[in-house]
């Protein structure tokens, strides 16, 4: 149990790593600007800030899960 434990954390140092990095470096100066991004496209190709949302998402609840799941199994080893 304590090796899916260790796992688990290298895993979620990772994904906090990788999400960190994606938050701080691609993200938008005009947070408080008060405008929304208006799409010029209508069923266009998906560019990369559709990419790094989704990539955001994907990170941030899968961190979430892991976290939970890391809770659990610490849980488990007392």
């Known amino acids: 149990m ?11 140092i990772l994904v906090a790593i990788m999400f ?7 993200g ?8 929304g991004g208006v799409r010029t496209t209508f069923k266009g190709k998906a560019g990369f800030d559709d990419f790094v ?16 799941v890391l809770d659990i199994v610490g849980n488990k080893l007392k």
């Open 20 to 26: 960190t990095l994606i938050v701080l470096l691609m």
């Open 53 to 68: 949302s989704r990539l955001t998402i994907i990170l941030g609840g899968s961190f979430m899960v892991l976290m939970i």
């Open 28 to 35: 938008k100066g005009d947070a408080m600007s008060g405008g």
């Open 2 to 12: 304590q090796i899916w434990y260790n796992l688990l954390l290298g895993v979620a």
